[in-house]
């Protein structure tokens, strides 16, 4: 046997195969290095190895491996140690030194010595084992089918990982083109809510020009008609009818009055005089005031509870809140019921804002409000009214009054059950004030000289009428 010819322990090996050949008939094959200067030694490892899906690149020099290896990706380096110029450590150290085959796991196939130095020098250079010459098949075969088993585990995670990635990639672009849809779908939307509330604006803004021109306009006729009629009664020298049309006319302006009052309070620009008020003492000094507003088959009760925080509101748009919410609360009890008008301390959190609240609730057992209009109610003009009973700005006045005095308003209701109105109020420690004296007479002048800086002629002229009248 020639100097490191290879023979196999209990085996007689054919001396067959091509260099590089592919004996596993698959373009997908794994490929081992194997590296011997003797070509029969290259041809017994080939046929000794030969497997489905494995080919074989053969070199007979250090340099000869070292260009097949910057070609090929390799499973398994095969290497003889001795050999002429550079042998198989040599070429282990090339290969731990290049990136492309510092992961390529080496053995070492020797004929000489395998004695402890040259171990130690071989697994320093990056081999992974020693196979001595003459081979055991059945020990190299299956170290052999170990690496050839890795790689191929390690192509198929590389295509999984490949494959995931391009399913990655697509799902990507499919969530981009559904995130571009959502977000065309949402400008839409956006779009079209945009509209709808213009659409909504101008509708309440229609309704609520529509009312005022209505209402403004049966005030200005009984006005106008009656100054009309006064003149031509003194005209006529027929001054004994004068005071029905002077009562007529102020009974118009009054009602023009309140109905701007009403819109003031809706649009939270009215003057308030907030002041500590108690709630309870207010509400019992309105009770004579409710009942004979109330038909004799409604009754009224009053729940207030004791020692209640001071409020802070204006008494006088207070006043007006309750009393619109109990007419309103009659209205809906044309067969009779129950009205009460109870007080307590809210519970935090009940109402918008930091501190603690107070909360008038009026309460009937009426017709409720139907749930498709509940969200319309505080709507200036809008009632469910007939025509002629009522100007759809009750509950719009009190809803602006509560707003404008740091509280809210809530309404709990069940159509055929009943309707109850909460009105909060924010609390002070400030102790609350007495009942305000009556204003007193306006004082007379003695000839003093005023001025008067006003841009509307009418109201101009009526107020140095009045300041005359004075005495000014």
Excluded: W
């Excluded at 490929?31 to 030694?41: K, R």
């Excluded at 009659?330 to 809210?346: E, F, H, N, Q």
């Excluded at 959190?349 to 107070?358: H, Y």
């Excluded at 009054?401 to 809210?408: C, D, E, I, K, L």
């Amino acid at each position: 046997m020639p100097r490191g010819a290879i023979a196999t322990a209990g085996h007689n090996c054919p001396l067959s195969g091509a260099p590089g050949s592919d004996m596993s008939g698959t373009s997908e094959r794994i490929d081992f290095l194997i590296v011997d200067d003797l070509e029969e030694n290259l041809v017994a490892l080939e046929a000794l190895l030969r497997r489905d899906g494995l080919g074989f690149l053969r070199a007979r020099s250090g340099e000869e491996a070292l260009e097949l290896l910057l070609q090929h990706e390799v499973a398994l380096a095969l290497l003889d140690v001795q050999m002429p110029g550079m042998d198989g450590f040599e070429l282990a150290e090339f290969m731990r030194g290049n990136e492309r085959t510092r992961q390529v796991p080496i053995i070492f196939v020797t004929a000489g010595s395998a004695d402890t130095q040259r171990r130690f020098r071989g697994y320093e250079t990056g081999a992974v084992d020693f196979i001595q010459k003459p081979i055991e098949a059945d020990v190299l075969r299956s170290k052999a089918s170990v690496f050839f088993d890795l790689h191929r585990q390690r192509r198929a995670l590389a295509a999984a990982a490949g494959q995931l990635e391009i399913q990655v990639r697509e799902r990507t672009a499919e969530l981009e083109d559904a995130l571009a849809r959502l977000k065309a779908e949402s400008a839409e939307r956006e779009r079209a809510e945009a509209l709808l509330r213009q659409s909504q604006k101008m509708e309440a803004v229609g309704q609520l020009t529509g009312g005022i021109a209505h209402d403004f306009n049966n005030m200005l006729t009984g006005i106008i008609g009656s100054l009309d009629l006064m003149r031509r009664r003194i005209a006529a020298n027929r001054v004994d009818e004068l005071d029905r049309y002077m009562d007529a006319a102020s009974t118009s302006a009054e009602r023009a009055a309140s109905l701007t009052q009403r819109l003031l309070a809706f649009s939270r620009r009215q003057s308030l005089d907030p002041q500590p008020l108690e709630l309870n003492a207010l509400i019992r000094s309105m009770s004579q005031l409710v009942e004979r507003a109330l038909p004799e088959r409604i009754e009224l009760t009053m729940a207030l509870q004791d020692g209640l925080a001071t409020a802070l509101a204006d008494a006088n748009q207070l006043e007006n809140a309750i009393l619109n919410l109990a007419l309103n609360a009659r209205d809906a009890m044309p067969d009779g019921g129950k009205l009460i008008i109870a007080t307590a301390l809210a519970e935090r959190g009940a109402a918008p804002g930091d501190g603690q609240f107070v909360v008038v609730s009026v309460s009937d057992t009426g017709t409720g409000i139907p749930l498709d209009v509940i969200d319309k109610v505080f709507d200036p003009f809008f009632t469910t009214k007939p025509i002629g009973e009522g100007t759809g700005l009750g509950l719009s006045m009190v809803y602006g009054f509560a707003q404008q005095s740091g509280g809210t308003v809530r309404i709990d209701t069940q159509p055929g059950e009943g309707t109850s109105v909460k009105l909060y109020l924010p609390t002070t420690d400030r102790a609350a004030i007495g009942e305000s004296e009556s204003p007193a007479a306006a004082p007379r002048g003695a000839g003093e000289r005023v001025l008067v800086v006003e841009d509307d002629p009418a109201v101009r002229m009526l107020v140095r009428e009045v300041l005359e009248e004075l005495r000014y």
